[in-house]
């Protein structure tokens, strides 16, 4: 039997509590036996301060090296406002993306049928909705050097920061973007600014350069990111894979994100190459939303952004797809049997917990097995 090492990370507020229920997932299919999951635990962000002074421990970074993959909560809290810079809760998440390289950011938007009426477009809209945004996450703009504010003297100051890509980095998320969509509906969108922008013109010589070589059988396109940011509120089932840069992916996976209805819905992965020596590929999976301190400790956290990352975890990590699928489904079953946490409540709907969410999860995957 396959065995995989997952390091959990449930972070600050309502990490824990979203983790926990994802921990019942992975139990479940623990039980059912068709692959191992071993879990070991560490601290991450406020967490982490209060224990050892760092966002995240050296220890913990070797766990996290030596992991299959990273499940990961989420950081941060008024309580850790005003500790050191460098530990501030942000910072564990920021190491981990950098020291592991995860230089690939996927954020699908699924518009669950039963939530269609949650999202702020029309229905007819987003009803089953199905793209992914993928966000090169490691370069660019919020990287480049130099970055700095310089006083002029004359009352003035000016500030730069440097939009800077190689090709080798526009080539590794451009593979990662073709490889997914032959996965999925074979279409990739890609987006930049090549009218104003240097790394624009280099960005959209790349993607279509390595096409040519070696994705031929996959439909490209090109869009300017702002075109593409009214299309995405527009028309957004037009697209599959949307590949951009770090800066524009930021902004347009917000906005997909909101396609959806709540944050309490929204899974990720990042992405790292995968290692020629072990075959593996370095990778962590958390939901978008942060620890969310106005609701923590009530169990009032929808559990799904965290169970669905963990569902990520297996169709990426561990090519487990049939599983991932199993778990998606049982989601998809929970939701049109009208089960709601707070966040996706219509007014006066009534809820179910954060345990009970889960619980509701787990049951619909013994219901899908059985069925
Ligand atoms: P947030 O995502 O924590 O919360 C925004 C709103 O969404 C809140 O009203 C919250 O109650 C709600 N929400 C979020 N997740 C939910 C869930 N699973 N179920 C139900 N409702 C949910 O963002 P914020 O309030 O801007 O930030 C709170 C803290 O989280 C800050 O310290 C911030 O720095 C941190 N943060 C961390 C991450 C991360 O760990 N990756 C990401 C974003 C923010």
Known sequence: MATYKLFLLPGDGIGPEVMAEAEKVIAFFNAEGGARFETEKGLVGGSAFDAHGASISEADMERA???????????????????????????????LRKDLQLYANLRPAVCYPALASASSLKPEVVEGLDILILRELTGGVYFGEPKTITDLG???????????????????????????????????????????????????????????????????????????????????????VIVCDN??????????????????????????????????????????????????????????????SFAMCLRYSFGLGAEADRLEAAIAKVLAD??????????????????????????????????
Do not use: C
């Not at 980095?169 to 990739?188: C, P, Q, S, Y």
């Not at 347009?252 to 990042?270: E, Y």
């Open 247 to 308: 800066l524009f992916g930021d902004m347009l996976s917000d906005v997909a994100a909101m396609l959806t209805g709540s944050l309490g819905m929204l899974p990720s992965a990042s992405l790292g190459d995968v290692d020629p020596k072990t075959a593996k590929r370095k990778a962590l999976y958390e939901p978008v939303h942060g620890s969310a301190p106005d609701i923590a400790g009530k169990g009032a956290a929808n559990p799904i952004a965290m169970i669905g």
């Open 65 to 95: 090296q030596a992991s299959d993959a990273i499940l990961f909560g989420a950081v941060g809290g008024p309580k850790w406002a005003n500790v050191p810079y460098e530990a501030r809760p942000e910072a564990g998440l920021l190491r």
């Open 154 to 240: 004359n009352g003035q100051k000016r500030a730069i920061d440097t939009q800077v890509y190689d090709t080798y980095e526009i080539e590794r998320i451009g593979r990662v973007a073709f490889d997914l969509a032959r996965k999925r509906r074979n279409k990739v969108t890609s987006s930049e600014k090549h009218n104003v922008m240097k790394s624009g013109v280099l960005w959209k010589e790349v993607i279509t350069a390595l096409h040519k070589r070696e994705f031929a059988d996959v439909q490209l396109e090109h869009q300017l990111a702002d075109a593409l940011g009214m299309q995405l509120v527009r028309w957004p089932k037009q697209f599959d």
């Open 338 to 371: 009208g089960l709601r946490t707070r966040d996706i409540a219509a007014p006066g709907e009534a809820t179910i917990s954060t345990s009970e969410m889960g619980d509701a999860v787990v049951a619909a995957l013994g219901g899908a097995q059985a069925a």
